[in-house]
């Protein structure tokens, strides 16, 4: 079978990659309206230009802007290799079975993660933990694309 | 229409695709030179053996250059999603009008947003409008992508 | 030739873009233990919840844990964009040989940026032209992109 021809809106596969991709992006875009919605609570502003009022003054330490902005950084360094892993593991043709339930357990933990850090502080290893299963699964893909690519 | 046929030369919505985000990325990558000669004009350096004198010591707090390192982070977390997100859309065989004003939305939308943040300081509301113009298109895309996987 | 039929098994740059994206991941997602790793190392937490013994305090400042947060922030800004880049420049059908080399020019370079950064630092030039190459290339193929996309 043609890698092309996967991409496809027969292919479940293709199909689940794509609605977990969107789940996350929303999750993650809906970070950047946490962190500013934080930043109006708090009154914590990193540009002068923002600044809401002439008392204010830039401030960078808020620990409720900088808990929201550590899971935003997350997300970029785990959501966005996904959407690129994802796509290319479609690409390797794998076992629906197989293939949807590592999209599942990605976007699943992705959005365990964010809730545990960023909305209601979950003590750990809630948070070790999602991260640690969506990185296991990313990982996994990806050494599928490497062996399919090799062999 | 098979997804796949798609991605072809003749589709006019794959080419303005692939034109505005090449576009997006030389943007993006010029924030990189920005930040660093952001740096040396301010002597702003983070790691010691990047301090061009004996006198100088590593700085984490100029204005300037962590004006240039917001952008470029607001990059990544708004243009890196559409890399993907604008590709997957494109698959969805969209109205080509409607495509091509949305990446250019999108383009026009960063171009903006980095001119007001970090080159020329323009007072709000624009980089909040530029902000939104690109994050509404986007999140609009990611929706029709979807409801096409979806049904 | 049709695009898509470069997304093919067959084809060696397709494999190969494959080939070095994924090292790429596996080098970048590793940069998430390192700063895991340092972080228990030096006691340098950032959540109150992550706190080991409550002798500890948030702390936000130890250069160890910072040095592998830039070099993991460098590869987001060049490494993510390649993922997508790689692949569109694969599509335009270049020659195997010259694309090759530019994948494994950003490839050998990544992982070299890394090891100077983060792992034993190497007094400069050495991460200046570490980035610069895998910088370079990246642009290359994005003209290309744009050149085969306007014409």
């Known amino acids: 079978m043609l890698p092309s021809e996967l991409i496809s809106w027969d292919n479940a596969v293709f ?3 794509l609605g977990w991709s969107m789940i996350l992006l929303f999750k993650m875009f809906a ?3 946490l962190a500013g919605l934080m930043r ?3 009154s914590t502003f990193a540009n ?4 809401m009022s002439p008392k204010l003054k830039v401030k960078f330490d808020d620990p409720n ?3 929201v902005r550590r899971a935003h950084r997350n997300d970029l360094e785990n959501i966005l290799p996904f959407f690129i892993i994802g796509l290319l593991y ?3 043709n794998p076992s629906a079975f197989l293939a949807i339930t590592l999209f599942r357990v990605v976007g699943i933990a992705r959005i365990v993660h964010t809730l ?4 209601v502080v979950v003590p750990q ?3 070790a933990l999602s991260w640690f299963a969506a990185y296991g699964a990313t990982i996994y893909m990806a050494v599928q694309v490497v062996v399919t690519a090799a062999f």
């Open 116 to 119: 545990v850090y960023a909305v």
């Open 90 to 92: 479609t690409l390797t």
């Open 65 to 67: 802007v900088e808990r």
């Open 15 to 17: 199909r689940c990659y």
């Open 40 to 42: 109006f609570i708090t």
């Open 48 to 51: 002068p230009e923002d600044l």
């Open 125 to 127: 290893p809630a948070r």
């Open 31 to 33: 970070l950047s309206i």
